[in-house]
């Protein structure tokens, strides 16, 4: 089974804090993906990464950035915390091989900005 | 611009009943795909389903089954004689492919409630 693990359940940082976000995947997949969820919104996509050091803005990348420096590791930076990026944070990886491949979740990390 | 439209908030409903839950999309790409994920209260989303747009049969997988109709650009999940363990947020979502990269898009989502 793929495992996609995020480093924190919870997490509780301050305006202005820079902010990481960790997330670890075991099946060499090449695509990686951060979303956040918000009620009535969804999920919305922040960033991805289709290769090491590569990435690609989301629909909603304003006020974070990401670091893909190994296949299985992907970051999400919050460079200065903000109240309305109090969320939750779901990182998923996928496959190469086209559009008709599944993403597969970690657990999420239910970040509040105070 | 794609877009996934889940109408049904939120669901309740007694054990035992049948539930639908409705899915529509929009696309001008001829070739796509589409997905179910179930989110329980642990938070993490589970891959339930994918079906191509060349493939329009109906699937069904014990208490599941799913219905896609192209005419209608809709993609519906029924759940026959729910369970508790089926309370969930449930997302539609839609592989788009038209920048080279796969992305999805998914719906607001519905939420589930199985009462005893």
């Known amino acids: 089974d793929v495992k996609v693990t995020q480093s924190s359940r919870y997490l509780v940082k301050r305006t202005g804090e820079k902010v990481f976000l960790e997330c670890v995947q075991d099946?060499?997949?090449?695509?990686m993906f951060w979303y956040r969820q918000d009620p009535g919104l969804g999920l919305r996509l922040i960033y991805f990464?289709?290769?090491?050091?590569?990435?690609e803005k989301g629909d909603i990348p304003e006020g974070y950035s990401v670091s893909r420096e190994k296949k299985e590791r992907f970051s999400l930076i919050l460079e200065s915390a903000s109240t309305n990026q109090t969320s939750m944070y779901l990182c998923a990886s996928g496959g190469l091989g086209g559009l008709h491949q599944p993403q597969h979740f970690g657990d999420g990390t239910r970040l509040s900005i105070l | 611009a794609q877009k996934v439209t889940q109408a049904q908030t939120e669901i309740s409903v007694v054990e035992k009943e049948d539930v639908t839950l409705d899915c529509v999309y929009e696309?001008?790409?001829?070739?796509?795909?589409l997905f179910w994920y179930k989110q329980p209260p642990s938070g993490e989303l589970v891959f339930l389903i994918r079906?191509?747009?060349?493939?329009?049969q109906n699937e069904i997988s014990g208490r599941y089954s799913w219905n896609f109709q192209k005419s209608t650009s809709s993609f519906n999940f029924t759940i026959t004689a729910s369970q508790v363990v089926d309370s969930a947020v449930y997302f539609c979502a839609l592989s788009e492919g038209s920048t080279g990269f796969q992305k999805l898009v998914f719906g607001t989502g519905t939420r589930l409630l199985v009462s005893p």
């Open positions: 990464s289709y290769d090491v050091k590569m990435k």
């Open positions: 099946m060499d997949h090449e695509n």
């Open positions: 696309t001008r790409d001829t070739t796509y795909y």
């Open positions: 079906r191509n747009s060349f493939d329009e």
